[in-house]
Each structure stands twice: as C-alpha cells, then as structure tokens.
C-alpha cells in the first residue's frame, strides 16, 4: 500500500466521522456541507424546539445581518458634538464613519444605524451630540451653516 493510499483511507474515515478539519490547508468553517449533522447543532436545535435545519437558517440569518451591519456601520458618517460638562459649550466636532464613532464613543453601532428612524437624526447622549449624515445634509438645506446645530435642536426641543 503506498503512503498516498494511506493517506486517502485516513482523510475518507475523517469525513465519514464529521471531522471539520482534514487536509492541513482546509479552513475550519470553510466546508459547511455537513454542519447540518453536527451533533452540536443537533442538540443545541433539541434544545430551543427547533429543527436542525431552522438552526442553521437562523444562523445564517445572522450572520447575514451582522455583515450587512458591519458594512452600512462602515459606510454612512455621522457628526460627533462633544460638549462640556454643564452642555452648553461644544469642545470638539468630528465627521467619521459610524464604525469609527461606535468604537472611539460610548455608543452601539445598532443605535447608530437607527439614527435617523428612531432619533430623527439627532442623538444626545451624556457630553456627546450624535448626528446623522442625512439629518446634516437636510438641515444644510433649511438653515445657514453656523445656525445649523442650534437650528435642529431648537426644532427638536418645539415637537
């Protein structure tokens, strides 16, 4: 028997027990073909009422969500107002990606990417004025540049 042979027995025995990993070169989570019988997957699907199936749509789902996430928090910009302690006069003013505002302030992303539909654009959160880009650029259109801010939270302040 030749070593290739050999070889080719012990690589089939590993996929016939489910071994994710059996050619030195093969990512771990490359090859989901048979992660539907994962016993894992299996047990954990037992567990929640669920078949094994919907599991992994489920997970694949979120992975989806997260990676469309991950982008639009790396794509769309916001402005951040950073204020003083009595909030009255703003120190500094930034213009970076919502990944960027997510790790440099304390903010989740997911707050971020509903900026616009649940805070109509304008977030106050502690020292820190969180707008959106859209909010800056419809509030570019209805107020002279250095009433811009003070504009928009006067009309927030009147609803």
């Known amino acids: 028997m030749s070593l290739v042979s050999l070889q080719a027995d012990i690589n089939d025995r590993q996929l016939e027990n489910g071994a994710r990993i059996v ?47 991950t982008q639009r928090l790396l794509r769309e910009m916001a402005a951040v107002y950073t204020l003083n302690e009595p909030r009255d006069i ?15 302030y304390p903010i989740p992303g997911g707050d971020l990417l509903s900026l616009d539909d649940s805070y109509c654009g304008l ?27 003070n504009g928009m939270i006067e009309e927030r302040c009147a609803t």
Do not use: C
């Not at 771990?28 to 567990?47: E, H, K, V, W, Y």
């Not at 259109?141 to 009433?147: F, H, S």
């Open 23 to 69: 050619f030195e070169y093969q990512h771990p989570f490359g090859d989901r073909s048979n992660a539907r019988f994962d016993p894992q997957l299996i047990a954990s699907a037992r567990s929640l009422d669920m078949e094994p199936e919907e599991l992994f749509d489920l997970r694949r789902w979120f992975r989806r969500v997260t990676k469309e996430s």
């Open 90 to 104: 703003v120190l500094k003013t930034e213009y970076l990606t919502m990944m960027q505002v997510s790790e440099r």
């Open 123 to 149: 977030l106050l959160s502690g020292r820190y004025i969180y707008v959106s880009e859209a909010a800056i650029a419809d509030a570019l259109n209805r107020y002279a540049p250095a009433d811009l801010l």
